[in-house]
């Protein structure tokens, strides 16, 4: 069973309207573009029938991933997020101690992260030193690029 992913209520809706989108007009258009691509002869020489096949398949598989998403997702109450220690919705500002560059990261699930928007995974290394610790704290940050350490300037909403 696959494990649940934590998603804010915005984001699970944004998620059903792709899905949606998928089923209602990418799936008929793959059928459509199959139906037409076996109407030009002999299948076993028809590159336009096996692209058009392949690409009906990884919809299908998008379909399907998106399905599983949204039937496992969790769904974030944001009236209880605490600002006492980092945890998911979080605003966290850091500041790495060897650069002394600053960073102020969201801790968001993995289908909502996008590092340019500084929504971060939670499940990356930074997420998950970060979570469950408080302002102040310095936090060990074993990643893929060396050990890391930073100071959690501050926690908001």
């Known amino acids: 069973m696959p494990k649940g992913q934590y998603v804010t209520a915005e984001h699970l809706e944004k998620l059903r309207e792709e899905l949606n ?45 998106l399905q599983d998403l949204i039937a496992n997702a969790k769904i974030i109450d944001e009236s209880k997020i605490s600002t006492d220690k980092v945890g998911m919705l979080s605003k966290v500002t850091v500041k790495n101690l060897k650069t002394g560059a600053k960073m102020v990261f969201t801790i968001v699930g993995e289908s909502e992260a996008n590092l340019a928007e500084g929504k971060l995974a939670s499940s990356t290394p930074i997420g998950e030193a970060l979570i469950g610790h408080k302002k102040g704290e310095k936090v060990d940050v074993n990643a893929p690029a060396g050990m890391m350490q930073f100071l959690i300037e501050d926690i908001a909403i």
């Open 21 to 65: 989108h998928l089923i209602t007009v990418e799936r008929p258009a793959a059928s459509k573009a199959i139906a037409e691509a076996r109407e030009k002869g002999d299948l076993s020489e028809n590159a336009e029938y096996d692209a058009a096949r392949e690409a009906q398949g990884l919809l299908e598989l998008k379909i399907s991933k």
